[in-house]
């Protein structure tokens, strides 16, 4: 089969591989109907050292099972199937409290043996807790929106989620990448009637707003925070939504955010050390909270809005490409001329 790999920052090759096959018992083999570029993707895209073996890349996708194991039940070949972007029982003590990204026996794709999904195929590891069954048809016009429940749109909703966001919560999304997009819809499904978007590409906080954003605030760093801070009557955000991950953009949500308000990050942190004394998060008592999705929790509770057509996440995806131009993808998604790259392998 033909899959991604990335030898290091900004050289990505699509190769010829074996095809995967069954491991344990527990695994499935997908065939990949639908694939993306993810805005996470980009950081080794800047940042990974140059090496003579490729890393495999992709993490979100859907597809049709080609293969199961003996101990997969409740599945059968043929199945239109959706994965989150890390796989897991879904049974362990972490699974049932819903922290699946920490499950015992779970682990992220393209990591360890585990193929990427940006590829024509991938073994499914601990399948049975990993899959949920689509009730489409691989031509359903349903499925962008479908495989952003791989990933943004959990992740802006986990995101969401960790601030508590309600009907009485004045909310600030950092970020127009797909994941805050996600974030803004989600807000807006959680009730906020005060959502703004931190951004500056107009095209895509356009879309913001039609996902729910009241306000669009273009300007960044300190300009940004006083902005912000002049919208809600100098008090600032009961709950901002991070959804970008550098160090300004912490800085800008520690700027905005009112005491006894709450921080949540989605985007992967390019830091270790950060603000968190009596003049940053300690002395108006800010909540920190956020991390990588357990978006296996949250897709029996998205899906119904998505197959009714309540909501149209895959609006995100603004340009489709076949396999063979997955660089071209990444250089869309990295010049920023595609929000985020659809891939029909
Ligand atoms: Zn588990």
């Not at 790999?5 to 695994?27: S, W």
């Not at 194991?69 to 994965?83: I, N």
């Not at 016009?141 to 508590?164: F, M, R």
């Amino acid at each position: 089969m033909r899959a991604t790999f990335m030898y290091g920052a900004g050289d990505v090759r699509v190769e010829t591989v074996p095809d995967p096959g069954l491991q344990q018992p527990t695994d499935a083999v997908v065939r990949i109907v639908r694939s993306c570029v993810c805005g996470s993707d980009l950081h080794p895209y800047h940042s990974l050292p140059a090496s003579e073996q490729g890393t495999p890349m992709g993490h979100e996708f859907l597809g049709v099972i080609e293969d199961l194991g003996q101990e997969v039940t409740g599945f059968k070949r043929g199945d239109l199937v959706v994965a989150p972007f890390a796989y897991s029982d879904n049974t362990c003590v972490f699974c049932r409290e819903g922290l699946h990204t920490s499950c015992l026996n779970g682990g992220f794709w393209a990591v360890g043996g585990v193929g990427g999904a940006q590829a024509e195929a991938i073994r499914v590891p601990q399948a049975q807790g990993t899959l949920v069954k689509l009730p489409v048809d691989e031509d359903s016009e349903l499925l962008p929106s479908l495989l952003t429940l791989a990933d943004v749109y959990g992740t802006g909703y986990h995101a969401a989620k960790q601030a508590d966001v309600n009907a009485r919560t004045t909310v600030a999304v950092i970020g127009d990448g797909a994941v805050g997009l996600m974030a803004v819809l989600s807000a807006r499904r959680l009730g906020a009637e005060r959502i703004i978007l931190m951004g500056r590409h107009e095209d895509r906080t356009k879309l913001g707003v039609d996902f729910g954003a009241t306000d669009v605030v273009p300007e960044r760093g300190s300009e940004g925070v006083e902005r912000v801070r002049e919208l809600t009557g100098g008090e600032g955000v009961h709950a901002v939504l991070e959804a970008v991950g550098y160090m300004n953009s912490y800085e800008t949500a520690v700027g905005v955010v009112r005491p006894g308000g709450v921080i949540s990050r989605v985007g992967v942190p390019q830091y270790e050390d950060a603000p968190i004394g009596f003049g940053s998060l300690f002395g108006p008592n800010i909540t920190l909270t956020g991390g990588p999705a357990p978006v296996r929790a949250y897709i029996e509770e998205l899906l119904p809005d998505v197959l009714e057509g309540r909501v149209e996440p895959g609006r995100v995806f603004d340009r489709t490409i076949g396999l063979e131009r997955v660089p071209d993808g990444y250089r869309a998604m990295d010049g920023r001329t595609a929000l985020k790259v659809l891939i029909q392998p």
